[in-house]
């Protein structure tokens, strides 16, 4: 059974950090590229980051670039997000996504919530 679990969110104060854990059970970890995504209500879901499978490479939207950070231990299946230089603006739910071009395949985690307020 494939699971994408998330955990980290919570409640921080602007300016603080957190930091995203997404860990993932019943498929090939190391063949996915792995991205994190968020969404606000009424909003479309949208990129934050991803990286590549052996994690060589990344990417990131433009309003989070160096501040966060997305990394992978494929040895323990997980991919993380450090948020550091939290904004308001940050505060979304939080996605995990798995996806494999050569499978094309793409899993979901079930998201975690991040908010963002003094």
């Known amino acids: 059974q494939v699971q994408l679990v998330e955990s980290g969110g919570g409640l921080v104060q602007p300016g603080g950090s957190l930091k995203l854990s997404c860990v993932a059970s019943g498929f090939t970890f190391s063949r996915y590229a792995m991205s994190w995504y968020r969404q606000v209500p009424g909003k479309e879901r949208e990129l934050v980051a991803g990286i590549t499978r052996s994690g060589g490479s990344t990417n990131y939207a433009d309003s989070v670039k160096d501040r966060f950070t997305i990394s992978r231990d494929n040895a323990k299946n997980t991919v993380y997000l450090q948020m550091n230089s939290l904004k308001p603006e940050d505060t979304a739910v939080y996605y995990c996504?798995?996806?494999?071009?050569?499978?094309?395949?793409?899993?979901w985690g079930q998201g975690t919530q991040v908010t963002v307020s003094s």
């Open positions: 996504r798995a996806y494999s071009s050569d499978y094309g395949r793409t899993y």
